[in-house]
């Protein structure tokens, strides 16, 4: 993944589904079910986090980004636009697969011997990349929901 700079996001309450999407990309993304309003925007600032919200009200403050749409495709696509992402297959393990999608920590490369307790025999037999977050124990590899994020051109 190719990216002049990555930011530090904070997604508000209503922005789940593109933070866990972000982080899959490698972004370092804060979020919280809990924070809403201008208490989330106060922690994003103090945090020096660009805040990124669906609410109108905070459209015209500093360090926010509204998120235009409601559809996580087109949120992708606005999100792609700002931030100049590109993916591509080659790039994928340099940024793609370095956080957790759940936790937001960064992920730590595990053999395929470690990775096979925990996960399918399938995808033992057919992968040979896999990483794990050391705070949930999550268990990541390359499999169809990162080729379906490389092939939107994100």
């Known amino acids: 993944m190719k990216q002049a700079n990555k ?9 789940g589904k593109l933070a866990r999407k972000l982080r899959l990309l490698g972004l370092d993304v804060r979020y919280e079910r809990n924070l809403k309003g201008m208490t989330a925007y106060r922690q994003a600032k103090a945090e020096g ?4 919200t669906r609410q ?4 015209n403050m500093p360090d926010v980004l509204y998120v235009n749409s409601d559809k996580i495709a087109e949120q992708l696509e606005q999100m792609s636009r700002v931030f100049s992402l590109k993916a591509s297959e080659e790039d994928a393990e340099r940024g793609i697969l370095t956080r957790c ?3 937001n920590e960064s992920l730590i490369k595990i053999t395929r011997e470690q990775a096979r307790p925990g996960i399918p025999f399938y995808i033992y037999q057919i992968h040979n990349n896999f990483r794990r977050c050391p ?10 929901h990162i080729q379906e994020i490389l092939k939107k051109g994100v």
Do not use: E
Not at 9 to 14: A, E, P, S, Y
Not at 49 to 52: A, E, M, S, V
């Open 49 to 52: 986090r660009l805040f990124l």
């Open 56 to 59: 109108h009200r905070f459209r």
């Open 101 to 103: 999608s759940v936790c």
């Open 135 to 144: 705070k949930c124990q999550r268990i990541y590899w390359p499999g169809s």
């Open 7 to 15: 930011p530090r996001l904070f997604c508000d309450v209503m922005l």
